[in-house]
Structure formats: C-alpha cells, structure tokens
C-alpha cells in the first residue's frame, strides 16, 4: 500500500511542477532602484589638515542609483548604471557611471545573487577614476513584478579632487576602500 502511494507521488511531481508559473521571466529588461551606504577602512588622502585625515572614522559614502539590466537568461544579466553619491568627509559628491554582470544563483524569484561593477566618476571631480563593486545579496519577492535585494558590498575607488594642505601643496588623488550595503527595488 505505501509503495502505491510513493509511486503516485512521485508521478505527480513532474505534473505539478510544469503547471506552475516560471518563477523568473527567461529574457528582457528590468529596471532596479538602489540605495547605498558605504565605510570607507582605508582612505588615502596625504594631507596634514586635520578635517580631511580624520576620514577613518567620520567617513560615510551614501548613495543613490538607477540600474537597467538586461537578463540573457534567468540567472544572468548585463547592468548599466548611474547615480549620485556624496562623500561627507571631505565634502565630494560625484555621479559614478558604472557597466556590470549580475549573477542569480537560481532561476527562482527569491534567490541568493552576486554582482560585479566597473566603470568612473562624473561630476564635482577632477578626472575619469576608476570605480570597482562588488556585492553579494539575497533577492526577495515584494509584490507579484516586483522584487527587493540586500547585498554587502566592497567597493574600491580613485577620485581626483583637488586639496590644499597646510604647506600649501596641492594633493589630488583619493583611493578610497570601503565596504557597506545596498538596499534596491527591482521591477522587470
């Protein structure tokens, strides 16, 4: 009698797993919000003033961005993206231009995901400095075309802006390491 019974379940896991809805859509464009917070642990910044080298502890990088991905299969996804941050010590605030992957480990809608991005600075800087992140996170269901994500997040970053210390020689290049989080919302 049990082995009817295995037997009858087993035949309907199949039959109840292809009536299901996909989970994911299979291909297309998403756009996602994000909001980022960051703690600078190692920011170079050679100066005497004590405003700018108290940076290791006041620091904070915040954030705000847009992201347009383009899924080439349920788990993986092109992302272009741009936004504003600011710095709040030192006073910088710049629009970071990044292009990236994203990586979802499976094709369900709630599903542990990676991301990577690359690209520069825009705005209240100097020049074009290079701007690497990397996140980890869990993406979860809001509403039925709707989905949030938490990541933890490294980022590493050169700016070039310009300050006087106080022998009045002029320094310019910032590399900033932090590590944070992001909090985002997803429509596809």
Not at 55 to 65: A, F, Q, R, V
Not at 70 to 97: H, V, W
């Amino acid at each position: 009698m049990a082995l009817k019974w295995f037997f009858s379940i087993i035949f309907l896991i199949p039959i109840i797993t292809y009536c299901q809805d996909k989970e994911f859509k299979n291909k297309g464009f998403s756009v996602e919000t994000s909001v980022l917070i960051l703690f600078p642990y190692d920011f170079r910044i050679p100066s005497e003033h004590d405003e700018i080298s108290e940076t290791n502890t006041k620091s904070k990088i915040l954030g705000t961005s847009v992201h347009l991905n383009y899924y080439l299969s349920k788990c993986f996804a092109l992302t272009a993206s741009s936004g504003y941050e600011f710095i709040n010590q030192p006073k910088i605030d710049y629009i970071p231009i990044t292009g990236g992957i994203k990586w979802v480990l499976n094709d369900t809608k709630e599903s542990l995901l990676t991301s990577f991005d690359l690209g520069g600075h825009l705005g209240h800087v100097e020049k074009f400095g290079v701007l690497l992140r990397i996140g980890v996170g869990y993406r979860f269901v809001i509403f039925e075309k709707m989905l949030g994500s938490f990541e933890l997040c490294y980022s590493h970053q050169n700016l070039y802006k310009t300050f006087t210390n106080s022998n009045n020689q002029k320094t310019d290049y910032h590399n900033i390491e932090s590590a944070g989080f992001k909090i985002g919302i997803e429509i596809y």
